[in-house]
């Protein structure tokens, strides 16, 4: 029972995961119409539980638009469009195959285009997988979809996911985990997918790859939150968590051989930091970056209730409701990693120069790779 116990608050305290870059090529084949300003204020796609996909959008300076789909993200528009609709519409796309990822492009009557999908991946094996692209940027530029991903642990693949990570012809997966989770659950890979370690809390001697028993006291305790809210300062301050991210945003800015995917154990918490830093530096709002954040909630919840289902059974002396704060994500926790920002470096532009050594020029080249629009 105590062992048990031991694994189910391992995973709770394990945190994290991300992918990357076809970029250039995917957006040549429509130039001329993306240098134009693209007039959508709002878009969004989500896959529905029949298999459709549900489209939303509102746009300011255009009347109309046609929807093309293709599973070829570097295809903006086929021969027939799938839909169309008017400035601020919504429609819904079936019979597409559901077997495949795809991708929506938004072609306005006047303006540039807009290329979308359904950020899940809907991976019964890895929930937490998902695109962090499609999000609109404070100036209107909009993050290019197909590029990053960030996942939750990647260990208990099944071989119908691992194909479907597989398809994304993904360039580089980074793993944000410790030692001791590599070691106890070793990623399932796409085959010739280059690997990178990036140990964020090696240097910690906390929750975080630190002393597990007073973590596990911690949370016995009720400590829960507090345990989190230290661990995400802890993202900003560590030594081992500053080179991690600042070296996974090198690597953004210098491009793969395809998309970059990055992932810790839950995908929620490591790997949520990862993806603050990053949208933040694109310019995505903060409210987005925040929404973003807390969507972890929705894509872990049936994998939770099923760890806490597993403690209720074995029995253990342990209230099941200390897991909640762990399990989940709560915006204190992001909250506490912005306010170590500004209590160390004074500014979120300075914690990305001096904490995390990235030059004007690294900056530039990341919102070159990942933003469309003028």
């Keep these: 029972m105590r ?41 969004s796609v989500e896959k529905q539980a029949d298999g459709s996909y549900h489209i939303a959008w509102q746009m300011a300076g ?28 919504s429609t819904t796309i079936a019979s597409l195959a559901s077997d495949k990822r795809w991708y929506f492009t938004l072609m306005p009557d006047r303006g540039g285009p807009l290329l979308l999908a359904d950020r899940a991946l809907h991976l019964s094996t890895a929930p937490n997988f998902r695109d962090i692209g499609g999000y609109r940027t404070s100036d209107g530029h909009w993050v290019k979809p197909g ?17 479907a990570i597989g398809a994304l012809k993904p360039g580089l997966l980074v793993d944000l985990r410790t030692e001791t989770e590599r070691k106890r659950e070793p990623d399932r890979v796409p085959p010739a997918v280059r690997q990178q370690i990036l140990d964020v809390a090696a240097d910690s001697s906390g929750s975080l790859g630190g002393d597990m028993r007073k973590a596990q006291a911690a949370i016995a305790s009720g400590q829960g939150a507090a345990l ?21 945003l090198r690597q953004l800015a210098e491009g793969n051989d395809g998309p ?73 926790y992001l909250q506490s990693a ?14 990305v120069r ?21």
């Design 147 to 163: 590029l990053i991903y960030r996942s939750d642990q990647l260990d208990r693949l099944s071989d119908g996911d691992l194909a």
């Design 62 to 89: 255009a009347g109309h638009v046609r929807i093309f789909a293709s599973s070829d993200p570097a295809a903006l528009t086929t021969a027939q469009p799938v839909a169309q609709g008017r400035a601020t519409d």
């Design 354 to 374: 001096d904490g995390l050594g990235l030059s004007q020029s690294d900056i530039a080249a990341l919102r070159r790779r990942y933003l469309t629009g003028p």
């Design 260 to 332: 970059l995917i990055y992932h810790c154990t839950a995908g929620k918490d490591r790997t949520g930091w990862a993806t603050a830093i990053i949208l933040t530096l694109l310019g995505v709002p903060q409210e987005t970056v925040m929404a973003d954040y807390l969507a972890s909630n929705h894509y872990l919840q049936a994998k939770n209730e099923a760890t806490i289902a597993t403690l209720k059974a074995s029995g253990a002396a342990f209230d099941p409701a200390f897991l909640e704060p762990v399990l989940t994500v709560r915006p204190e």
């Design 338 to 351: 912005f306010d170590e920002v500004q209590r160390r470096y004074g500014s979120f532009d300075a914690y």
């Design 228 to 248: 989190l809210a230290a661990a995400n300062r802890d993202f900003v301050s560590l030594p081992s968590a500053r080179a991690a991210y600042g070296t996974l």
């Design 3 to 43: 062992q048990a116990l031991s694994c189910i608050l391992a995973l709770a305290l394990a945190a994290c995961s991300t992918t990357v870059d076809h970029s250039a090529a995917r957006w040549d084949a429509s130039a001329a119409r993306s240098a134009a300003p693209i007039p959508f204020t709002t878009a």
